[in-house]
């Protein structure tokens, strides 16, 4: 019982991470809204087709200059992956961090750890510009906290 739960959500999470790969290659904007929720009410996301500039995790991961890894939370032996939205500033740094999905125990420290990560400046046409991404912060039941 114990092997068909863990084998259901590596299906699960599997899944949630092919549906994000299809909504981006069909260019669907997975965090668009969730850049105004966050209180960006400028258009300096948006290029000029009305698209936002967003990359995925491995691309994220690419592109930082400061990573932080979240703390394992105490006392817990569920491991499972969070993915957390930003949304950077022209200087690098993360105004922005929701999660879109993972365990509810590993969620509050990886929008910590991900609002203390910072990247180089994206540059296109010579000027600074504002980008989104997604970050995943994966954890394992060793204690461990990948990404």
Not at 3 to 19: E, I, K, N, P, Y
Not at 32 to 48: E, H, I, T, V, Y
Not at 66 to 75: G, I, K, L
Request: proline fraction near 5%.
């Amino acid at each position: 019982m114990l092997v068909a739960r863990s084998q259901l959500r590596l299906v699960l999470c599997f899944l949630c991470v092919l549906l994000f790969a299809a909504s981006l290659s069909t260019g669907q904007q997975l965090g668009a809204k969730n850049a105004n929720d966050c209180g960006d009410n400028s258009s300096g996301l948006l290029k000029r087709n009305g698209r936002v500039v967003q990359f995925p995790p491995r691309q994220m991961n690419a592109m930082a200059i400061n990573r932080v890894a979240p703390p394992f939370p105490r006392m817990c032996r569920c491991q499972g992956t969070v993915f957390v939205y930003v949304v950077v500033n022209s200087e690098g740094d993360v105004v922005c961090a929701q999660v879109v999905s993972g365990h509810p125990l590993f969620r509050a420290a990886s929008i910590n750890a991900a609002k203390q990560w910072s990247f180089k400046p994206l540059v296109r046409r010579g000027e600074r510009v504002p980008f989104a991404g997604l970050l995943a912060f994966t954890f394992d039941s060793s204690g461990t906290v990948t990404y």
